[in-house]
Structures are given as C-alpha cells and as structure tokens.
Antibody, heavy 114, light 112 residues
C-alpha cells in the first residue's frame, strides 16, 4: 500500500525559503505512471495545486507560484521535495504531497511568521 | 484557469437519507481521448482529502457503493444514496484536464 509522509519545519520566517520533503513507501518513485505533486490548503484559498513532477523529468507548476517553486525527485532517498522561496504570511497553509490523483499524505502545517 | 463551482456550500442530512452535490466547471472537462477529467474527494475532519470518484463516475478502491458520480461536459453531480455518520466532512471536486489543476470550493456535509 502506497504511503506518503511530509516532513519539514513547521515555522518559516518571512522572505525565507520553505523546504518540505515527501517520503514515499510502497511504490517506486521511478514509477512514471503517476506524477508526484504538492497541494496546499489555507483558510483563505481552499485547496491549491502547487505543482507536479514526473520521474522522467517533466515538471509543471502553478503559474501563480511558478517564479518561487521548485519540485525535485530524489531517487536515492525515495522522496521528492518542495522549495518555495520568498515566503510571506499568505503561504501559511497545510501542505500535502500526493501521488497522482489518488494518494495523498496526511499533510503538514507550515506557518510563516517572524 | 478552469473555475470549479460547487453547490451547495453546506448540507445537513438525516442519516439514511440521500444527498447530492453539484460541481460546474467553466469549460468542458471532456478530453479528445473521450475521458472526462473530473474527480471527487472527501476530506474528513483532521484528515487529508481521499479520492472517492475518478473520471466522473468510477468509484475508487474501497469506496462504498452508496457513492456515485454522474455528469458530462461542464456539469457534474456526486450522490450519496444513504448518508451515514462517517460521511461527514467536506467534499471537493477537482479537474485535471488543464493546468493548473483546480478544485471546487468545497461542500460541507453534516449529520442532523
């Protein structure tokens, strides 16, 4: 059974970079059938897709975040990551990682505050 | 972006009674391949969204058959034939025909 687990700091200062990882178990991250992606949920904006990456390298980002986002696959650690630069309070949200449309992690709350 | 509009915002349902949620998209979700890329999720309190229905009407693994999806083009419906206590939460529709992927605003289902 596929399981995803997000990890990273729960508090990030404004203007700094948010970095989260998603550990994958029960499936190979080399599985190109699915994308590996990130979604976030904040009270103000509901669910927002951040971006997705395929093992073979194609990466897609939400245009509203594209200038600040990087999603990478780390095959050596069977995980993928999210970097979001220059964060503000508006980036405070629960961040979920996902395998395609069908499997989501439990989510991790990230608060942007000084 | 494809705008997904859900109605109603909330529902209060007596156990054993049916419930219905509408999702309308700002453009057709029908791909030239013939697949319609519309999905339904349930987010129970304190949990992540879980997939209920994929491609309009296909129940995901383990989803009870009291859940059904229908619709075409831009107009979709999720139906629960007999609501149970475990069905409380927020239901979301999502489209994947066009990037960015977008979600409806959610419909909160409560038990009377």
């Amino acid at each position: 059974q596929v399981q995803l687990q997000e990890s990273g700091p729960g508090l990030v200062k404004p203007s700094e970079t948010l970095f989260l990882t998603c550990a994958v178990s029960g499936d190979s991250i080399r599985n190109d059938t699915y994308y590996w992606g990130w979604i976030r949920q904040s009270p103000g904006k509901g669910l927002q897709w951040i971006g997705s990456v395929y093992y073979r390298g194609n990466t897609y980002y939400n245009p509203s975040l594209k200038s600040r986002v990087t999603i990478l696959i780390d095959t050596s650690r069977t995980q993928f990551s999210l970097r979001l630069a220059s964060v503000t309070a508006a980036d405070t949200a629960v961040y979920f990682c996902a395998r395609g449309v069908s499997v989501w992690g439990q989510g991790t709350l990230v608060t942007v505050s000084s | 972006d494809v705008v997904m509009t859900q109605t109603p915002l909330s529902l209060s349902v007596t156990p054993g009674q049916p419930a219905s949620i509408s999702c309308k998209s700002s453009q057709s979700l029908l791909h030239s391949s013939g697949t319609t890329y519309l999905y339904w999720y349930l987010q129970r309190p304190g949990q992540s969204p879980q997939l209920l229905i994929y491609e309009v009407s296909n129940r995901f693994s383990g989803v009870p058959d009291r859940f059904s999806g229908s619709g075409s083009g831009t107009d979709f419906t999720l139906r629960i034939s007999r609501v149970e206590a475990e069905d409380v939460g927020i239901y979301y529709c999502m489209q994947t025909i066009q990037l960015p992927l977008t979600f409806g605003g959610g419909t909160k289902v409560e038990i009377k």
